[in-house]
């Protein structure tokens, strides 16, 4: 069971996270504003990216339900749960990549591919320090710095759609 004073800890961790990522939203678009500008086109696809995450989450949550009736996951439940919400915003980022519409008009793109990489350096290494103290598996079963390791390969898989739909732009280019 989860004691009190972890429980507080994420959740301050959680809300320290979303202050910091206001900042660095605004860091990223040229305007400093903290909403990205979509075209109409952009607002479209993205509706759709958003749907298909929004189904991805459900039949994983789903399946994930029906296998803790008979199946002990490899995960505690805090972390199962993320790599459904971490699967979510995949499935919308890498969508939203392919058809064009993830970047908004006020971003700056060399902004955005630099923080995509730090944040994926930044998990990787926080996961492999709790691998290296021995904090990532215990009991049979992935522990809470897991996520980080989930995060990272989030942000590595998002980058790597990005890099591949940017090549195969430049060659439709050619």
Same mark, same amino acid.
């Given at each position: 069971m989860y004691n009190s004073a972890r429980m507080i800890g994420v959740t301050i961790g959680i809300i320290v996270g979303l202050? =910091?990522?206001?900042?660095?939203?605004?860091?990223?678009?040229?305007?400093?504003?903290l909403t990205t500008e979509y075209d109409e086109m952009q607002k479209q696809i993205r509706g759709e990216g958003y749907k298909y995450a929004f189904y991805s989450v459900m039949i994983l949550e789903a399946v994930l339900?029906?296998? !803790?009736?008979?199946? /002990?996951?490899?995960?505690?439940?805090?972390? /199962?749960?993320?790599?459904?919400i971490f699967v979510g915003i995949t499935v919308q980022a890498c969508y939203c990549?392919?058809?064009?519409?993830? =970047?908004?008009?006020? !971003? #700056?793109?060399?902004?955005?591919i630099i923080l995509m990489a730090v944040v994926s350096v930044l998990n990787f290494?926080?996961?492999?320090?709790?691998?290296?103290?021995g904090e990532l598996f215990a009991d049979g079963k992935f522990q809470a710095p897991a996520? #980080?390791?989930?995060?990272?390969?989030?942000?590595? /898989? =998002?980058?790597?759609v990005g890099l591949v739909k940017k090549v195969t732009d430049r060659e439709e280019e050619a």
């Open positions: 202050i =910091i990522a206001i900042f660095i939203i605004r860091y990223v678009n040229r305007n400093k504003k339900c029906v296998l !803790t009736l008979g199946v /002990v996951l490899p995960a505690e439940p805090y972390v /199962v749960h993320f790599f459904a990549i392919w058809k064009g519409a993830y =970047i908004g008009q006020n !971003t #700056n793109l060399q902004r955005y290494s926080s996961a492999f320090m709790a691998w290296r103290a996520v #980080n390791l989930l995060c990272g390969l989030m942000f590595a /898989v =998002i980058g790597i």
